[in-house]
Nanobody, 125 residues
Framework: QVQLVESGGGLVQTGGSLRLSCTVTKRASAIYNMGWFRQAPGKEREFLAAINWIGSTTTYTDSVKGRFTTSRDNAKNTLILQMNSLKPEDTAVYFC??????????????????WGQGTQVTVSS
């Protein structure tokens, strides 16, 4: 069983930065494509970013392009989401997710097989 554990959420002012980490607790975690999603109260889960298994390809949704960066360290089984220039509308619970091996990353939650418990990010105005 693959387990994902997020950390790094918290309260930050508008324009500030946060760095989220996601640790994958299973050997061979390097073979999974990984993604970041968020969900605000009353809204659907929203795709943010994805990274392929070797970290050579990343994709982002338009609303976070230029502000968020995802990376991975397979030796440490860790996925990172660096978030800069945060806005109040970025307030949500943030999730990391892992998808079984595939040539392509995906922006659909249905394509991800394992999820973390989520970490709250709150951006004050």
């Amino acid at each position: 069983q693959v387990q994902l554990v997020e950390s790094g959420g918290g309260l930050v002012q508008t324009g500030g930065s946060l760095r989220l980490s996601c640790t994958v607790t299973k050997r061979a975690s390097a073979i999974y494509n990984m993604g970041w999603f968020r969900q605000a109260p009353g809204k659907e889960r929203e795709f943010l970013a994805a990274i392929n298994w070797i970290g050579s390809t990343t994709t982002y949704t338009d609303s976070v392009k230029g502000r968020f960066t995802t990376s991975r360290d397979n030796a440490k089984n860790t996925l990172i989401l660096q978030m800069n220039s945060l806005k109040p509308e970025d307030t949500a619970v943030y999730f990391c997710a892992a998808a079984l091996p595939s040539p392509y990353t995906s922006d659909s939650p249905d394509k991800y097989n394992y999820w973390g418990q989520g970490t709250q990010v709150t951006v004050s105005s």
